[in-house]
């Protein structure tokens, strides 16, 4: 009789269920069904979108190495075209590569203004590698180093003397010599020596800093050669005016020209009567 009983109560149990899920199918089938469509429809389009994304990767990778083949033997004019094309179209990481080697070619041809411009596109696009951004401000700001105000160099590279930035040597060496050009040689000399003393500085970089500092050392000793000198001529100066006074005073007739015998026009005649 038991067992009758539980097995009414599980047939129960199952009709409400049932009841209970065509109840709710009924007040929220059409919204299930669109979540449902909504989702394949998703998954599809992110499957299309990354099909062309890839089509567009390697079409892009086809015309850049096309390009750089056309460079290296010696079709500049076709090459830039090509660059031109590819860094327009926005491609991830192609159009950055594109971009810096525009500004290659122009500094080859010594054309230094419209490099910087191919260099500043890549250093201010959000799009390019982190690495790629920081290699173009680098370029940049060196190509006008000779010209270039202190206080902009160390402001456009102030977050590139982080350790943490694989450039930071190369910063450090910009800001040197941006501080030498300005006779701040106390910075120039605190970036040369964190150079020198970085054991992740290319040899190149490293000697160029010591060279630089010898330079600044020997400025400051002639500076400092300098000072004793000028301050003995004063004082010697100072002397032999004050012993000429002296002997003014002492004599009137010393206002007369030694040359000439003609007394200075500061000393009037006087009359015998």
Do not use: C
């Not at 977050?159 to 701040?184: D, G, M, T, Y």
Request: glycine share 6%; charged share 25%; no cysteine.
């Amino acid at each position: 009789m038991v067992d009758q009983n539980d097995g009414l109560m599980r047939e129960v149990e199952e009709e409400l269920r049932r009841e209970r899920l065509a109840n709710l199918w009924q007040q929220y089938g059409t919204y299930a069904l669109a979540a449902a469509a909504l989702l394949v429809i998703s998954v599809a389009g992110v499957k299309v979108w990354q099909s062309k994304r890839i089509a567009a990767a390697q079409s892009a990778g086809a015309q850049y190495e096309t390009a750089t083949t056309a460079l290296t033997n010696g079709k500049v004019d076709e090459a830039l075209k090509a660059f031109e094309g590819i860094s327009s179209s926005g491609q991830d990481g192609y159009a950055a590569l594109a971009a810096l080697q525009i500004a290659g070619a122009h500094l080859k041809q010594g054309k230094a203004a419209e490099a910087k411009a191919a260099f500043d596109k890549v250093a201010a696009d959000p799009k390019a590698d982190t690495l790629l951004r920081e290699f173009a401000t680098l370029q940049s700001v060196a190509i006008n180093i000779g010209d270039a105000d202190f206080t902009d160099v160390q402001n456009r590279l102030n977050a590139l003397l982080a350790q943490s930035s694989p450039w930071h040597p190369n910063a450090r060496e910009l800001v040197a010599l941006a501080a030498f050009r300005a006779k701040n040689y106390d910075v120039a000399r605190e970036n040369l020596r964190a150079i020198v003393a970085d054991p992740s500085a290319a040899e190149g970089i490293i000697q160029r800093a010591n060279t630089l500092l010898a330079s600044i050392a020997a400025i400051e000793v002639r500076m400092k050669a300098s000072k004793p000198s000028d301050a003995s001529s004063d004082a010697a100066g100072g002397a032999a005016a004050a012993g000429q006074a002296k002997d003014q005073k002492s004599d009137p007739a010393s206002d007369t020209d030694t040359k000439t015998g003609a007394k200075s026009a500061a000393t009037p005649d006087v009359k015998k009567e």
